[in-house]
């Protein structure tokens, strides 16, 4: 295997799995870590986006996936830096060539506008003028959107397809809503938290994990040093809405997966040290702190972690475009004559 992952040279065995960070960082855009979102593709051909924080899909596209090619979206929940490239993965995966409607799983929450369905009606409500200005241009199909919402509150399996298992258990994130995801496949098992302060939620149904991707906040420390914050609000984030450190190392000796991988705080070379140090006090297994574009190709009897190298430049891939000619468009909406007659080159609309 090679030492760095270079997107579209190389093909999954039939019972392999590999993970890409495509948003590793906190709720804070910055260049080298987009929010939220972790790539799951199966050696079944099936592909798995989990959560899309804002621009996440920047490094989405610069692996040269279509569109096409992803099976589904599983949510976490609604904060921005988990959903916030709605517009990019809707639109964007629409623009670029996906020929069929984009499917969302998600949670429901305690009230129905607290819910993914709601999120997912009113993005579409608001970019209403955008998806009429693309009606005829572009295929029909890709416009629409199918949402699983399912209960929050209740442990069990929302997704069973081509010997894929995908579960939801809750997460205890600040308000009722927010879950975590067991992908079960082929006898290997992905654990994904979403945000979560430790809970037995997590003791319960991360075990056997080959990959437990968990979130773990910045130190109390560190928030205060770096953010700014006083010390009350950086307990309050990194301990009661997030997970520190130091308990997420007892949660993890308690689930013990072949690997442990931690995301959610500024990954620098001054912070990640200590982060370490802290996970360390209760938990000894193989760690990781994420970066983004890392790659994890988990293997019969190894797992191998690597950074993928990819373009700044990239298009959009080609693959299925012959479909995407000839696939049926809606009637184009008209424009008022007066704009239509400014026109200079007039095109026959």
Same mark, same amino acid.
């Given at each position: =295997? ?32 987009? #929010?939220?979102?972790? @790539? ?17 899909? *920047? ?17 976490? +929940?609604? +904060? ?33 506008? +607290?819910? %993914? ?20 241009? @572009? ?8 949402? +699983?919402?399912?209960?929050?509150? %209740? ?6 397809? #081509? ?19 067991? @992908?079960?496949? #082929? ?9 979560? %302060? ?13 990959? @437990?991707?968990?979130?773990?906040? #910045?130190?109390?420390?560190?928030? =205060? ?33 072949? *690997?442990?991988? *931690? ?24 760690? =990781? *702190? ?16 690597? =950074? ?42």
């Amino acid at each position: =295997m090679r030492e760095q992952f270079y997107p579209g040279t190389e093909t999954l065995a039939p019972n392999e799995m590999r993970i890409t960070a495509l948003g590793t960082g906190r709720p804070f855009l910055r260049r080298s870590q987009a #929010n939220t979102s972790f @790539l799951v593709e199966l050696g079944n051909g099936d592909i798995f986006m989990f959560d899309f924080g804002s621009g996440s899909q *920047l490094n989405f596209t610069a692996l040269e996936i279509p569109y096409e090619a992803v099976t589904g979206y599983f949510l976490t +929940h609604l +904060h921005a830096d988990h959903a916030g490239d709605f517009p990019n993965v809707w639109v964007g995966g629409w623009a670029g060539g996906r020929l069929k409607a984009l499917e969302v799983w998600g949670p429901s929450g305690a009230i129905p506008e +607290h819910g %993914t369905k709601h999120f997912v009606e009113t993005q579409i409500s608001s970019w209403t003028w955008d998806t009429s200005t693309r009606t005829g241009l @572009l295929p029909e199909v890709g416009q629409h959107v199918e949402v +699983h919402e399912f209960d929050y509150a %209740t442990p069990a399996v929302i997704y069973d397809r #081509n010997g894929v298992s995908i579960s939801s258990f809750p997460a205890v994130h600040i308000l009722d809503g927010p879950v975590s995801y067991r @992908l079960e496949w #082929n006898g290997r098992v992905f654990v994904f938290s979403g945000d979560t %302060t430790p809970s037995q939620f997590m003791i319960d149904y991360g075990q056997g994990a080959d990959v @437990l991707i968990h979130e773990c906040f #910045n130190t109390v420390g560190q928030l =205060m040093d770096r953010s700014g914050y006083d010390e009350r609000t950086a307990r309050g984030i990194g301990t009661w809405a997030h997970s520190s450190p130091d308990e997420v190392g007892v949660v993890l000796a308690k689930c013990a997966p072949k *690997l442990a991988v *931690l995301y959610h705080h500024f990954n620098d070379f001054d912070t990640a040290s200590e982060i370490e140090s802290e996970v360390r006090k209760a938990y000894a297994g193989p760690l =990781m *702190l994420a970066r983004d574009l890392m790659v994890i190709n988990v293997k019969n009897d190894d797992i191998a972690v690597r =950074m993928a190298t990819v373009s700044d430049h990239v298009w959009p891939n080609k693959r299925g475009h012959d479909k995407f000619r000839s696939a049926v468009r809606a009637e184009r909406p008209k424009m008022s004559q007066w704009l239509a007659d400014a026109e200079l080159f007039p095109k026959g609309r």
